[in-house]
């Protein structure tokens, strides 16, 4: 049986440096591999942190709890009735306040600035409609509706507003809810949110679009392990 | 090629008349030091998967055998269903109410989205990730917010890592995007195991055992509605929402796409979604479009609303308006009111 090897040996013999080579090519390869073997798990990149947000921050709630009827006020401790003190103290037409009651009440609302434009003047558990009639408290929309009519017709609709509950009446309650729940009717203007924490994925938006980049280079998980790696090695440099 | 073969270690007295056989003993070392280098770095090359966690090792052999959610009758639903409370259980330690909801008949679910009131708050993307189970390291968030300068709808221009003390500002209007429930959905035409698809009500849904993670799907879609699971997922137990469904918001496995389902496990028992129930000023609307009265069919009757990408050909159920009044909305019944 011919042997190829005896072929190559003969003739030719390697080199002693091709014969060291070759024999430590297997404990190079071995080397190698513990050398993998034990960093490959060194490297992870960490996550960006989890968002904190409050339970009470997203529950479905109304945003206020609107006067009822019969409305009543907190005075001194107490759920009193408007018309307890109102049926005493007369009030002066241009809002001015010379007791200190009512003193949170900040009224922007347009050229709308004056209390019996919706309070009754002599009940004032009642709201003022044209034409010299009244309305209720939990009917405040038909109040609201006399200015506001477009709105209210896309309330009605419900293309305005904000509807809880069930999508279709006809399969659980819903609730619509009214021009209070939702605006301070002394200060209808919808105020300002502080936005809760953004996206910290990696795709989410190109770096040169937007205009906060120090923020991205903040959120972005691979861009803050790269700039903590930069930040180590030059407090090596201090150390030094 | 044939391979020398070691006879030296059973070979007896032959061993040492080497020019028989061509194996010396310098032949010899340097082919066991061969082998045992080359075993030694083909382990190296697998060391990896020493990386998976314990959890991601265990090979079950019930969902491997599971079927197809649309092939599964309902014993196999109920035995599966059952298999994902056990799995639940084991990994966060709580008993999920996990279930099957069909969709209702005569409904087709839209969404409307009111862009002069969004103020850009981002609750809607926390309430979801709140009520969907998302994994919450690395956070996977479903709705983005897009920061859009004003006079625009280039959504290459938003940005979404707006970061202000207070919004909305008043140079930039808000548009939120989750995925629009296409009438005509790329990302389930492209699924190679047709593990995506689109329900009779509308809702494209995901069977999370099916899903073999190609991410086809992210790449497809026009909204980049989608997410993928690229580490398993982590949520605290006290965070986790027990009321499952199978299609949406049960946890989902480490290599798996996800997406929102328009909250299916609420909305088909007649519930708001959890992003309309959080958001602050009523800009979200949800509805059944094929009831004449119900308010996304008011919308689409009397707004001027618009689609993202709408030359895309995706037909989404996602309409954007803004609260301009069509003149002709006066035209319109108001539903309930009498004519």
């Known amino acids: ?240 | 090629m044939k391979l020398p073969v070691h006879k030296s270690s059973g070979c007896g007295g032959s061993c040492g008349s080497a020019s028989n056989h061509g194996v010396t003993r310098r032949s010899f070392l340097r082919r066991t030091a061969g082998v045992v280098g080359g075993s030694a770095a083909f382990a190296a090359a697998l060391s990896p998967l020493m990386d998976i966690p314990e959890e991601d090792r265990q090979f079950d052999v019930k969902k491997f055998l599971q079927k197809h959610y649309k092939e599964m009758n309902a014993d196999e639903m109920e035995a599966a269903l059952a298999r994902v409370r056990e799995d639940v259980e084991l990994r966060y330690d709580v008993r999920p109410e996990i279930r099957d909801i069909k969709p209702m008949d005569g409904v087709e679910f839209v969404y409307a989205l009111n862009l002069s009131r969004c103020i850009g708050c981002r609750k809607c993307v926390h309430a979801c990730v709140d009520e969907n189970n998302q994994s919450r390291d690395p956070e996977i968030q479903y709705i983005r917010v897009l920061e859009m300068p004003r006079g625009t709808t280039d959504i290459e221009q938003g940005d979404h890592h707006y970061d202000r003390p207070k919004v909305p500002d008043e140079d930039h209007y808000y548009m939120p995007i989750q995925c629009h429930q296409c009438a005509n959905p790329p990302c389930v035409k492209v699924c190679p195991v047709e593990a995506t698809w689109q329900e009779d009500d509308g809702i494209t849904v995901i069977d999370y055992d099916w899903c073999i993670g190609c991410r086809y799907c992210e790449a497809a879609c026009p909204y980049w509605a989608r997410r993928f699971n690229f580490t398993t997922p982590t949520i605290p137990s006290d965070k986790i929402n027990t009321e499952m469904s199978y299609l949406s918001n049960r946890p989902r496995h480490k290599g798996v796409m996800e997406k929102c389902h328009f909250c299916l496990h609420r909305t088909r028992e007649g519930r708001m979604p959890a992003c309309l129930e959080a958001c602050p000023t009523g800009a979200r609307k949800f509805g059944n479009v094929l009831d004449p009265d119900s308010e996304v069919t008011q919308i689409l009757r009397t707004k001027r609303v618009f689609v993202l990408k709408a030359d895309v050909g995706t037909l989404p159920r996602f309409f954007y308006y803004f609260d301009e009044r069509d003149p002709f909305a006066q035209s319109v019944p108001i539903p309930g009111a009498p004519s």
């Open chain 1, 1 to 240: 049986m011919p042997n190829p090897g005896q072929h190559q040996r003969h003739p030719h013999p390697p080199s002693k440096a091709a014969q060291i080579g070759g024999a430590l090519i297997g404990p190079a390869f071995l080397v190698l591999a513990l050398g993998m073997f034990m960093t490959s798990r060194a490297t992870v990149l960490p996550n960006a942190p989890t968002p904190v947000v409050q339970p009470e921050q997203i529950a479905p709630v109304p945003r206020r709890t609107p006067m009822s009827d019969p409305p009543t006020a907190l005075i001194a401790g107490f759920e009193q009735r408007c018309n307890d003190c109102h049926r005493i103290f007369e009030s002066t037409w241009d809002g001015e306040r010379t007791l200190e009651q009512h003193q949170d009440i900040v009224i922007n609302h347009g050229i709308n600035e004056n209390c019996f434009n919706c309070h009754v003047r002599d009940d004032r558990e009642l709201l003022v409609l044209q034409g010299g009639k009244t309305t209720t408290f939990s009917d405040v929309t038909t109040m609201c509706a006399q200015c506001h009519g477009p709105i209210h017709r896309d309330w009605r609709r419900g293309v305005h507003g904000k509807t809880l509950g069930y999508w279709n009446a006809e399969l659980g309650p819903q609730h619509k809810l009214t021009c209070t729940e939702c605006h301070d009717p002394h200060s209808p203007g919808y105020p300002h949110y502080e936005p809760l924490p953004g996206p910290n994925t990696l795709r989410m938006g190109d770096p040169g679009a937007g205009h906060h980049a120090e923020v991205e280079a903040r959120r972005n998980p691979l861009r803050r392990w790269a700039d903590d790696a930069k930040h180590n090695s030059h407090e090596g440099d201090d150390h030094r």
